[in-house]
Nanobody, 127 residues
Framework: VQLQASGGGLVQTGGSLRLSCAAS????????IGWFRQAPGKEREGVSC????????YYGDSVKGRFTISRDNAKKTVYLQMNSLKPEDTAVYYC?????????????????????WGQGTLVTVSS
């Protein structure tokens, strides 16, 4: 099981980026995928999560209304569209999966729910 996050970069406040999480070694359509981020000196924070079918999505309070998660199971890729970016969105962004079918999370943003993690992609928002 491998997850590869990409799409990070440097953007100005108010700008947009789209992150991608590409999966290999397993059937992406079986599992939920979550996005997390970690800023220097801070704990890893849940950003968003999408169910295996794409029918259920979750968002952290700090990104609601600005970020949109989606998935294309045919392309084995999950996306995180990030709009209206703020300096406080600066972090390394990771995608992860609980690798469990019919997963119903107790707390979707709990890092312990996730088994496999990608390597992270850096997002820097300048003020």
């Amino acid at each position: 099981v491998q997850l590869q996050a990409s799409g990070g970069g440097l953007v100005q406040t108010g700008g947009s980026l789209r992150l991608s999480c590409a999966a290999s070694g397993f059937s992406l359509d079986r599992y939920a995928i979550g996005w997390f981020r970690q800023a220097p000196g801070k704990e890893r924070e849940g950003v968003s999560c999408v169910s295996s079918s794409g029918g259920t999505t979750y968002y952290g309070d700090s990104v609601k209304g600005r970020f949109t998660i989606s998935r294309d199971n045919a392309k084995k890729t999950v996306y995180l569209q990030m709009n209206s970016l703020k300096p406080e969105d600066t972090a390394v962004y990771y995608c992860a999966t609980p690798a469990e079918r019919f997963w119903i999370p107790s707390v979707w943003a709990d890092v312990d729910e996730y088994v496999y993690w990608g390597q992270g992609t850096l997002v820097t928002v300048s003020s």
